[in-house]
């Protein structure tokens, strides 16, 4: 199917699901949910709005391992939802046909006496890596790790893989690389697949195997790991303990998860948003208000703090009115520029792209672009202010957009580096913060070279 | 190695290279040079200055394999840079060693003579291949696939699909899927290679095999491509011609830089700088300038379309010169939350989380949004401008207020999915647009407001 067949088959199947609810056509709807991708059920589901609906087409689901695949593809609030309802023996069924880090993930949103009493009743085989999945912060290597690996010491030949791969390949859910450890469990070497085909049957795999491995250790942030793997075009990292033992892997698959997560993310950081990317559907008004208000609390209070700046100079404003008219773009070129500043290094920094090495040639770059900026805007709008006023308003207006174009290149290009180095999500301090303090810079330089040139300086010329 | 000990790596990489090249000790860094991995050599030929510095260092560089791999790894310009400088030989001994679509990226960006001698001096088996692929549009599905993929006829048995990849599994980059095509090349269906370790040796492909497989068409958006595969976890996706002939691959590696590079030019766009992501740092300060000034152009033009305003109004503003006061928060506020919803609204349509079906429930929650947040902050300034002047101006920044928010939602919400209807990007909407004109919307709500209720219905109070 192609991407039209499919938005199209999305279309058919939300219509057709609800049709068939409508119509209690049971049959016809069992049969059809049994027929649709995982991911198809999970969207149909999503976009079903009465809770009790939810919970008939789920229950038309058949067997634990695809309701494990819907659960696993629901944003959380529905998979909570959808899961709570069920009877206990349903709910087991489920965590054993979910892969362990998906398991874990789903244990860590339930209420957390649910979680426990379900760990108690899982079977020892699933709920031991359970467990210890759930003890990882979410967002680390741990957290994010299946502990479905496969791992064979370093004298073991390639054949007795092979074999093994034969039997057991089922049970591993992406197999790409072979780890070789030593008795104790620690990360010697990688193999491909690939490199286990083309060697002769009886090939040690302490001697074919590739070291010193690239790896995470459990608790790197999950952005360090995707950067890893994109770096070095990897399909799973290996994950150790402190002490260097292997303890899981995580899977490219999550990884493309991971990096769509933290741009989403890093995009709504910026615009002062919050930050919870995978959310942007299901949180309901209230919550959306809660998350943006605080930022918008910046702006705000950069407001009212242009108010008293305002107030101050109003002696400036009174003598020469018309000194108004240019407040707005004053204001404005400078907060968007240090955007575009800030959204560079904030996103060079969050891929590799600016490391801390680049960050003075980025600075000069910027500063540069900032100055040439200033130059063609200053000269352009002084020219109209020159044209439209006088030549004393239209050297106000051309010096001070220059200086608030400088200033704003700095600010954009330095707050992100700061906030990186005091350890703060540089995406934070893109958005309202540098635009907010770049207005007001703007404003400042401005209503400061007014009141200097035209008011001290000798009366302005009328126009 | 963790990534601690891989970013320590880095700088201590490039130190000495530094080092070696002014001592012209050109058999320890040779020996060093080749002891790298490819991106790290591409990252220390990035930070040379130096075009002469360099062609020495890639020089060093040992084998065509190796140099295939750090030319790929390179940003465009260096990679121009250093491959230019080589002999015709050395150039085609490269070419033979890249991937048929890297080796077709490097091509489009050669000079067109230069491109086509190389094509007619490569050995057949290669140039066929990167010709056919330097006809495909640079980001489409065509532009990124690689045609080495694996391809059996449906009556082919498991066990001669295996004998095969013995043989021949070095020769294909990344084996995850065998296709299964007819006669004529058409897509048919796919297995997965550990279906093919899990079914008897005389298993019938045609038997086994998953239908209907999900593919790309050459001509479909990259950005569409990685979407498909992320929502359904594949590995690799087929790509087909009009015809339904299985083309090509694309693999997830690709897939993965064009999910990050598709993520920061969105990002770089929603800011106003052109988009061309992945050169955020190679670019220079007067190419730099040219990509952004465009859009700070549309804050000028803001800019001198809100003095044309002031003039108008400048009757209100001399009759009660404390309105001016207020003018940056009216501008701002509706700029920071028309850039929050339309943030949310572009990077939900490009990850596929906001579908045509959703616009309606979140325009809904956006205007809910907007009302709280103007509810709060009209209260919040329009208490302040109370207190700090008269009720009069508290009315007429808290009404102001209230309507900016509620029409900078609508428009940052509709920009957007107008944008798109009209096929373009609508990330190019989000930024300097939507917050340009949600501050002169700002500006004309509070100044027309304040002329109706304070000029024309009576004089205003004296503070």
Redesign the interface.
């Known amino acids: 199917?192609?991407?039209n067949e499919?938005?199209q088959r999305?279309?058919l199947i939300?219509d057709a699901v609800h049709r068939l609810l409508r119509r209690g056509a049971v049959r016809n709807l069992t049969k059809m949910v049994n027929k649709m991708?995982p991911?198809e059920v999970a969207k149909a589901l999503r976009?079903l709005d009465d809770p009790s609906e939810k919970r008939i087409v789920f229950g038309l689901v058949a067997g634990a391992e695809r309701r494990a695949g819907v659960i696993s593809e629901l944003d959380p609030n529905s998979a909570v939802a959808v899961f709570t309802e069920l009877t206990r023996a349903e709910q087991i069924d489920i965590l054993h046909g979910l892969d362990t880090d998906d398991a874990a993930d789903l244990m860590g949103l339930l209420p957390a006496d649910m979680a426990t009493y379900l760990l108690e009743e899982m079977s020892e085989e699933h709920s031991g890596g359970v467990a210890d999945l759930m003890g990882y912060p979410a967002e680390t290597a741990g957290g994010i790790m299946t502990p479905q690996f496969l791992a064979f010491p370093e004298d073991t030949d390639a054949q007795t893989v092979i074999s093994y791969?034969?039997e057991h390949?089922?049970d591993a859910e992406?197999?790409f690389y072979l780890y070789v450890v030593d008795a104790g469990g620690v990360l010697k070497g990688v193999l491909s697949?690939?490199d286990l085909?083309?060697v002769p049957p009886s090939a040690r795999l302490g001697d074919i195997m590739h070291a010193?491995?690239?790896?995470?250790?459990v608790f790197?942030d999950q952005e360090?790991v995707a950067?890893?793997?994109?770096?070095?075009?990897l399909?799973a990292v290996p994950v150790v303990d402190p002490d260097d033992r292997l303890v899981g892997i995580i899977t490219?698959?999550d990884?493309?998860?991971v990096?769509?997560e933290e741009?989403?993310e890093?995009?709504?950081k910026?615009?002062?948003?919050g930050g919870e990317?995978?959310y942007?559907?299901s949180v309901?008004?209230?919550r959306?208000?809660r998350l943006?208000?605080p930022?918008?609390l910046v702006?705000?209070a950069?407001?009212?703090a242009?108010?008293?700046l305002?107030?101050h100079f109003?002696g400036t404003?009174?003598a020469m009115?018309?000194l108004?008219?240019?407040?707005?773009?004053?204001?404005?070129?400078g907060?968007?520029?240090g955007?575009?500043s800030s959204?560079?290094v904030v996103?060079?920094l969050a891929?590799g792209?600016?490391?801390p090495?680049?960050v003075r040639?980025?600075f000069l770059?910027e500063l540069?672009?900032g100055a040439?900026?200033g130059l063609?805007?200053g000269t352009?709008?002084g020219g109209?202010?020159l044209l439209?006023h006088n030549p004393w308003l239209g050297a106000v207006v051309g010096l001070s957009l220059f200086s608030a174009s400088c200033v704003a290149v700095i600010t954009g290009t330095l707050a992100p580096v700061l906030f990186q180095r005091l350890r703060i999500d540089p995406a934070i301090s893109s958005?309202?913060l540098v635009?907010?303090i770049n207005?007001l810079t703007g404003?400042i330089i401005y209503l400061g070279m007014a009141t200097l040139m035209l008011v001290r300086h000798g009366a302005p010329p009328a126009p």
Chains 1, 2 share one sequence.
């Not at 950067?227 to 075009?233: G, I, Q, V």
Request: proline share 2%; aromatic share 4%.
């Open positions: 199917m192609s991407v499919l938005s999305n279309v939300l991708y991911v976009h791969l034969q390949a089922a992406m197999v697949l690939r085909l083309t010193p491995v690239i790896k995470a250790g790197m360090a950067r890893l793997t994109a770096r070095y075009n399909l490219v698959d990884v493309i998860d990096i769509r741009a989403t890093d995009m709504l910026m615009s002062g948003t990317g995978q942007i559907l309901g008004s209230l959306a208000y943006r208000m930022w918008l702006n705000v950069g407001g009212i242009g108010a008293a305002l107030t109003s404003l009174e009115l018309v108004a008219a240019f407040i707005p773009v004053s204001m404005a070129l907060g968007s520029l955007l575009q959204t560079i996103r060079g891929t792209a600016i490391e090495s680049d040639r980025v770059r540069r672009v040439l900026v063609t805007c352009l709008v109209v202010a439209w958005g309202p635009t907010t207005d404003l």
